[in-house]
Each structure stands twice: as structure tokens, then as C-alpha cells.
């Protein structure tokens, strides 16, 4: 990043569609931190439109921005991945929002220090199913992954047909 702008701490990104299931996976991490609000986080919900919020973004200065959004990675519900961006283009998972993930990204990237995605991976993405137990469960993992800044090193990273299991229990 350039220039000597104030920068804000953090803005989480959730994404999603909360009447498709556990595609809602974004919006409810959204509601519970509005709920109780983390220290250093600013939140958005990206709802399935994310690209609309890139402004919004932009204005907070972030030097870190997680992204947040339920992705079919092949994995048991509820398992959470940190998803490279190449990854990302890949997997077409494009199908619930208006625009790739990745473009919102590569808007970002050249004001943003650190872009991370985070996958939560889904059971159920239907319309009018309720949220499944594994996802609400991996929804209250992350937050409180994300309230003790542990994402990096308790979030395995996504490797394509190399997948380990878990989540670190520290």
C-alpha cells in the first residue's frame, strides 16, 4: 500500500445469501458480530451483492480485509479453509452473488495490504432451508478465531486434493 493515508485496523467481509440455507453462512457471522462487536473489526454484510461494498472499503482504509463466504471445497460441513485466490477462480463458486469474488479482490488488492477468503464449507444451499448445525457451529468457531486473531494459524489452508482435517483447539 502507498501514500501516508490513516489506515483502519480490519474489515471482515461476510457473504452470502441468508434464505439459501447454509449460504447465510456470511450474513449470521455478520449478525453475531453486530451483536458482539469485535475489537479492531469493522464489519459488512456483502450480502450476495459484495462488489457493492468495495467503496464502503475502501473509505474504512483497512490494512487487512477478510472475506467470508460459504464455498463448496469437497470437504465434511462446517470444515473451514483458507482459500487462495487463484483457488478461488477455479472452483467457480461464482453461482450465489452477481459477481466472482474475484474480481472484488483484484478492486482491492492495490489498497489493501492483506486479502484473505475465508470457505466455510456447506451442507445444505437450497432455497428456504434452515442453516445446518455444522455451519452455525463453524460460524462460532470463526468468531472466535477472529476475536483472538488466530485465522492464520488455526484455519488450514485449501489444497486441492490435499485436504487435513480440523481446526486448531488452542
Given at each position: 500500500m502507498t501514500g501516508n493515508r490513516p489506515q483502519a485496523d480490519q474489515v471482515l467481509l461476510c457473504v452470502g445469501n441468508c434464505l439459501m440455507g447454509d449460504d447465510g453462512a456470511g450474513p449470521r457471522l455478520a449478525e453475531i458480530c453486530l451483536q458482539q462487536p469485535l475489537a479492531h473489526w469493522?464489519?459488512?454484510?456483502?450480502?450476495?451483492?459484495?462488489?457493492?461494498?468495495?467503496?464502503?472499503?475502501?473509505?474504512?482504509?483497512p490494512r487487512r480485509l477478510v472475506i467470508v463466504d460459504a464455498t463448496d471445497m469437497g470437504l465434511a460441513p462446517g470444515e473451514l479453509r483458507i482459500v487462495d485466490e487463484k483457488d478461488i477462480a477455479e472452483m467457480f463458486f461464482v453461482t450465489t452473488h452477481s459477481m466472482p469474488l474475484t474480481f472484488l479482490m483484484q478492486q482491492l488488492e492495490d489498497d489493501i495490504d492483506e486479502i484473505t477468503f475465508i470457505g466455510i464449507q456447506p451442507e445444505v444451499v437450497a432455497f428456504y432451508y434452515p442453516m445446518s448445525?455444522?455451519?452455525?457451529?463453524?460460524?462460532?468457531?470463526?468468531?472466535?478465531?477472529l476475536a483472538t486473531d488466530d485465522i492464520a494459524r488455526c484455519i488450514a489452508p485449501y489444497l486441492p486434493n490435499i485436504q487435513p482435517t480440523g481446526v486448531c483447539d488452542e
Open positions: 469493522t464489519v459488512i454484510d456483502g450480502g450476495v451483492s459484495p462488489e457493492n461494498d468495495i467503496y464502503a472499503i475502501r473509505e474504512h482504509r448445525e455444522a455451519v452455525e457451529q463453524a460460524i462460532h468457531q470463526l468468531y472466535a478465531l
